[in-house]
């Protein structure tokens, strides 16, 4: 399984910026997928996911508002905006998709790295101030 994401780069403090995750062997309406960030020293975060249905989202509190998780099962892209960027979002950001709505209800969200099964090689953001 391959999950490529892109977008990432500087921007400055309240700038926006659009990363993308294209899983090419993936069916992603088959999947829950989510964001994860991971700042120096500190441990890896979900920032965005969504139920396998769609019906329930998570958002970090400290992205709410600001971030928009997407996704486009035709394209096979997973999107995460992110508008009125901070410094403290700085962090190389991974998409992920999971398989645990074999287990559990499809309105569930994992939100804990461990939940996920396949993952990205990760995108650098940096957010000057």
């Known amino acids: 399984v391959q999950m490529v994401e892109s977008g990432g780069g500087l921007a400055q403090t309240g700038g926006s910026l659009r990363l993308s995750c294209t899983a090419s062997?993936?069916?992603?309406?088959?999947?829950?997928m989510g964001w994860f960030r991971q700042a120096p020293g500190k441990d890896r975060e979900a920032v965005a996911c969504?139920?396998?249905?769609?019906?329930?989202?998570y958002y970090a509190d400290s992205v709410k508002g600001r971030f928009t998780i997407s996704r486009d099962n035709d394209k096979k892209t997973l999107y995460l905006q992110m508008n009125f960027l901070k410094p403290e979002d700085t962090a190389t950001y991974y998409c992920?998709?999971?398989?645990?709505?074999?287990?559990?209800?499809?309105?569930?969200?994992?939100?804990?790295?461990?939940?996920?099964?396949?993952w990205g090689q990760g995108t650098q953001v940096t957010v000057s101030s």
């Open positions: 969504f139920s396998l249905d769609g019906t329930n989202t």
């Open positions: 992920a998709a999971s398989e645990i709505n074999d287990y559990v209800g499809d309105d569930y969200v994992p939100t804990q790295s461990v939940e996920y099964n396949y």
């Open positions: 062997d993936l069916n992603l309406d088959d999947y829950t």
